[in-house]
């Protein structure tokens, strides 16, 4: 079975991380969208709301199971028996610094391989950091996020 790992602190999920997830569904049998949880920092949503948009943005896809994890990345697929660990890349900033980490990961993961999807071009400037911004601002942030998750931050 091809297990990929999508790893992220989705604070919160973007399009741009809907649209990786969802292009990646035929390379693989099964994509744990796995939020990690880092008690040293600091999130602007809670955990159990950034759940709940992962669980709304992936409603309608049976391959995509949610998840938590706090240990090491690596460690977590392969507790999971992932061999893919999957990555989104906007831009060549994103390659240099993902590189990096792939080839840590590939070191201390037992037969990990990362797979790279670049963003779709209209994606490409979407960031959790710059939607966080714009909700801190009081701004519309709504182009940035899935409908569903903008459902649920409206309630």
């Keep these: 079975m091809r297990i ?3 790893a992220g602190s989705f604070d919160p999920v973007t399009k741009g991380h ?9 390379l693989f049998d099964k994509i744990i969208v796995a939020m990690g949880i880092n008690s040293a920092k600091r999130y602007f949503f809670e955990t159990e709301q950034r759940i709940a948009f992962l669980e ?3 409603e309608q896809e049976p391959k995509v199971e949610i998840d938590t994890y706090e240990q ?30 792939a080839n840590l990961n ?26 966080r911004e714009i909700i801190k601002g009081g701004g519309d942030a709504s ?3 899935p409908a569903r998750v903008v459902a649920l931050l409206e309630q």
């Excluded at 809907?18 to 035929?26: E, G």
């Excluded at 070191?107 to 939607?131: H, K, R, W």
């Design 4 to 6: 990929a790992v999508f």
């Design 18 to 26: 809907v649209d990786i997830v969802k292009r990646a569904i035929p």
């Design 56 to 58: 709304a943005a992936y």
């Design 72 to 101: 090491l990345t690596a460690f977590y697929c392969k507790e999971k028996g992932a061999n893919f660990l999957l990555r989104g890349l906007r831009n060549s900033t994103d390659f240099n610094y993902e590189n990096t980490i």
């Design 106 to 131: 590939s070191t201390i993961g037992e037969n990990l391989e990362t797979v790279f999807l670049m963003a779709d071009p209209q994606y490409s400037c979407y960031s959790s950091t710059v939607v």
């Design 143 to 145: 182009i940035f996020l």
